[in-house]
């Protein structure tokens, strides 16, 4: 009588007296991530452990890392735009007085990774 999982196409080996199953993970491209893809690898990791398995045993979390880094960092660059032209950052301002444009764009840079942690890596 076959089992479930030699029904189902599975094989095992034997090691010793014991049979074990073979199985293997899919073989999925890792595409490469950035600074936001592993922070949402970490979040899944700590927080989500059954999607990060579910996604990890499917071989969907590399794609889904690499996507999530490609908006997190298309988003960053329309956020601080759109705060810049909303607080008036120009590069008039950075020529003028150097410090103060530095220290705007580190404030603007800040909210639009909080804004980003919110809505997109911690979901």
Known sequence: M????????????????????EIALPDT????IGKYGRMRNLYLKGHRRILYNAML???????HLAEVDKTCKERMDM??????????ITEEL?????????GAMNNIRNAAEEILF??????
């Open 118 to 123: 919110a809505e997109v890596i911690y979901a």
């Open 94 to 102: 950075k020529a003028r007085v150097s410090m103060a444009w530095v």
């Open 57 to 63: 045993l499917d071989g969907t979390l590399w794609n």
């Open 2 to 21: 076959k089992s479930v999982f030699e029904a189902m196409g599975g094989t095992y080996r034997q090691c010793g007296d014991f049979f074990i199953p």
């Open 79 to 88: 956020l601080i735009l759109g705060m810049k032209e909303t607080q008036g």
């Open 29 to 32: 491209p890792r595409n490469p």
